[in-house]
């Protein structure tokens, strides 16, 4: 088939207005998911909130300033704000073409929204993607690491100084500064409290809570039987126990990739006991 037939029995994947909505969708979702209002968005992100309604309105396409503000205010970061990007650009790419050219004509137009598809469908992929913060609090083993994960957290949120943070989230600045340097311990409740005024996602207050278990010292600290090592995990985790240099293992006592003969005892083999 010539590229000429080939353009002219193409079929767009989307209609050329479908990116500009779907982004507007996706902004709308990930504030809804976050549970944050519009104004209490624009305050976080430094925009007034008439801003924040355009950007997710479908009408206007956002720069990336407004997008990335909006995103952080709804606690996206790492890997999951470089996929948001991916989509931004290919959203603007193509918006940018339809105003121009408003029906792809010819190999070229053809090809051109071919590439804005295939941008688009990794920017969404890149957005279920495992976010970093997530794993550096999954890392978290000690009040000193506990502080250090609330700080990054409430830089990412903007609030650069302990007064910020104070007005925020309606903390004293002392209680502040206690957690935060790792001296002084904070309930799981008043915890949770904290970092949702500070913008983290669902799945990062639920890793706050696990690495606050940790972090005092809360953990299931079962014993594996043949190598005598303890579980560093949170006292009520699911799933495989994980020690300290990495072993895994689950209730029934077999070490994840352990291979029989390792054990010079037979009698040490758990399931020969």
């Given amino acids: 088939m010539s590229q000429v037939a080939a ?9 050329p207005d479908y990116y500009l909505r779907a982004f507007a969708q996706l902004l709308k979702a990930v504030r809804v998911d976050a549970r944050v209002s519009v104004r209490d968005l624009g305050d976080r992100c430094g925009y007034d909130h008439s801003r924040v309604v355009r950007a997710a309105g479908g009408k206007e396409m956002p720069n990336w300033p407004l997008t990335r503000a909006y995103l952080k205010g709804c606690g996206v970061s790492g890997d999951a704000l470089n996929g948001w990007w991916v989509l931004w650009d290919a959203t603007g790419k193509a918006e940018r073409e339809r105003r121009l050219r408003p029906e792809p004509r010819g190999v070229p137009e053809v090809m051109f929204w071919q590439r804005i598809d295939q941008q688009w469908r990794e920017g969404l992929l890149a957005l279920d993607r495992r976010d970093s913060f997530v794993q550096t609090l999954r890392s978290v083993n000690s009040q000193k690491d ?12 903007g609030c650069d100084s302990l007064r910020k943070m104070a007005e925020r989230t309606g903390c004293s600045k002392s209680s502040l500064q206690g957690w935060m340097s790792g001296q002084r311990r904070i309930d799981a409740t008043r915890l949770d409290v904290l970092v949702e005024a500070l ?3 669902p799945d990062e207050r639920h890793e706050f809570a696990e ?3 940790r972090a005092v010292g809360l953990r299931c600290d079962a014993v594996h039987q043949a190598t005598e090592l303890r579980c560093l995990l949170g006292e009520f985790h699911k799933g495989k126990h994980r020690t300290a ?10 070490l994840d990739g352990v291979i029989r003969d390792m054990w010079r005892n037979p009698g040490d083999w758990p399931h020969e006991r």
């Fill in 211 to 213: 690495a606050l278990k």
């Fill in 146 to 157: 506990f502080g250090a994960a609330l700080s990054a957290l409430a830089s990412r949120s």
């Fill in 199 to 201: 913008g983290a996602t």
């Fill in 7 to 15: 353009a002219e029995s193409w079929v767009a994947p989307q209609p």
């Fill in 245 to 254: 240099r990495g072993d895994v293992w689950l209730d029934d006592g077999v």
